[in-house]
């Protein structure tokens, strides 16, 4: 059974060179077109930097973050505070239901299957979405140190997630 990779929407831009300084009313010397629609993860594939079954285990670890709502909150909640008889913070005083805290719970047992001093860039590169670059400069790691180490953790959430 072959797999093939999720065709993600085009969304193309054109940016210039890092390290390209044009003068201020002049197009740069030299650019790029990049698809802003393509995620990190998905650049490493398409460019051979990780396998098939990484790109999966980070895509379900992704999934699973996004269902657990484990991002940042941007607005605030208007619904009324909910009456609870119990004291302290249930799931159900809190309105995770149970799709949500099942998707959390694989999150935090796939990042802790990762092991310690993984889960740094697998955060980063997967859920946050920030490139490697960043990521790595972010950690205060030298270039392409982060290739090695995300394919670790990788290997290791799709084990996992018994990911063949």
Known sequence: ???TAVQSP??????PVPGDSPSRNARPA????????ESPLGWL???GHVSQRQFDAGERLRGDWERGQLGQKV?????????SRSRGGSAESQGLGGAQLDAKRRFE???TAAGPGLSDILW???????GMRNAEQALGWPARAGKLVLGIALDRVADYYRIR
């Open 1 to 3: 059974m072959s797999r």
């Open 10 to 15: 085009r969304l193309l831009a054109e940016r």
């Open 30 to 37: 030299r650019s790029v077109t990049v698809n802003l629609a």
């Open 45 to 47: 594939l398409a460019r």
């Open 75 to 83: 607005t605030m909640a208007w619904d009324a505070a909910p009456v």
């Open 109 to 111: 047992a796939a990042v």
């Open 124 to 130: 980063r590169i997967v859920c946050a979405g920030e």
